[in-house]
């Protein structure tokens, strides 16, 4: 599979993230795949970019396209990253696969001066919805598994997201509603209105102080 050089060839929600990394910087995509965002960013933005990919194919076919990349998991392998190694941590559609999403984002923002993570709303409406009316777990564009077979682990909301950032007093510098699309929804500034509507969550991160 070509690499993409074109930010308009990358998937929505990694363009936004894309456009949020600083020229030069020195980045950390957790779950990177075969890493179509850490090519675009090397081309066009200079910057050193490193990869961690469960999947041996995505390692694979990212460091036959030259690109820095090992197989890792997020869960055991950040904790060897030394502190402020990175400028960004990307974390993308990969939080709820973790087994311990806590510690990752501690890990994150420990190796990282900021963290950029997105995933899958459970508390949008039709989720709950779904649940109400035929009491059985969705299956939607973002939740795209049967329950019995999803690499999904530890579903949760926008407002369950930013009460942990809360508890590990991780601020939110920023804060983004994106549909099934990955494409930004114009909903205000509202915790319980973007827990409702939002398929999808992006989330820029930095430690208080």
Same mark, same amino acid.
């Given at each position: 599979?070509?690499?993409?050089?074109?930010? /308009?060839?990358?998937?929505?929600?990694?363009?936004?993230?894309?456009?949020?990394?600083?020229?030069?910087?020195?980045?950390?995509?957790?779950?990177?795949? *075969?890493?179509?965002?850490?090519?675009?960013?090397?081309?066009? #933005?200079?910057?050193?970019?490193?990869?961690?990919? !469960?999947?041996?194919?995505?390692?694979?076919?990212?460091?036959?396209?030259?690109?820095?990349?090992?197989?890792?998991?997020?869960?055991?392998?950040?904790?060897?990253?030394?502190?402020?190694?990175?400028?960004?941590?990307?974390?993308?559609?990969?939080?709820?696969?973790?087994?311990?999403?806590?510690?990752?984002?501690?890990?994150? !923002?420990?190796? %990282?001066?900021?963290?950029?993570?997105?995933?899958?709303?459970?508390?949008?409406?039709?989720?709950?919805?779904?649940?109400?009316?035929? /009491?059985?777990?969705?299956?939607?564009?973002?939740?795209?598994? *049967?329950?019995?077979?999803?690499?999904?682990?530890?579903?949760?909301?926008?407002?369950? &997201?930013?009460? !942990?950032?809360? %508890?590990? /007093?991780?601020?939110?510098? #920023? @804060?983004?509603?994106?549909?099934?699309?990955?494409?930004?929804?114009?909903?205000?500034?509202? *915790?319980?209105?973007?827990?409702?509507?939002?398929?999808? /969550? !992006? &989330?820029?991160? @930095?430690?208080? %102080?």
């Amino acid at each position: 599979m070509m690499m993409v050089r074109d930010n /308009g060839n990358l998937r929505v929600d990694l363009r936004l993230i894309a456009d949020m990394v600083e020229p030069g910087s020195r980045v950390l995509d957790v779950g990177c795949g *075969e890493g179509a965002l850490l090519d675009w960013l090397g081309h066009t #933005k200079n910057v050193d970019g490193r990869g961690i990919e !469960l999947s041996m194919a995505g390692v694979s076919a990212a460091v036959s396209h030259g690109l820095s990349v090992i197989q890792g998991d997020a869960d055991t392998d950040l904790k060897d990253y030394p502190s402020g190694a990175f400028d960004y941590v990307i974390l993308s559609q990969t939080l709820q696969a973790t087994y311990e999403p806590k510690t990752v984002l501690a890990n994150m !923002l420990r190796i %990282g001066r900021r963290a950029i993570v997105s995933f899958p709303n459970f508390g949008h409406w039709r989720v709950r919805a779904h649940l109400l009316l035929r /009491g059985s777990m969705p299956v939607t564009d973002t939740l795209a598994y *049967e329950w019995y077979d999803t690499p999904n682990i530890h579903f949760c909301t926008i407002r369950d &997201f930013l009460t !942990l950032c809360r %508890g590990l /007093g991780i601020t939110v510098d #920023k @804060s983004i509603a994106l549909d099934r699309d990955g494409k930004v929804l114009p909903l205000p500034n509202c *915790e319980g209105i973007a827990n409702l509507f939002a398929d999808q /969550g !992006l &989330f820029v991160l @930095s430690r208080k %102080g």
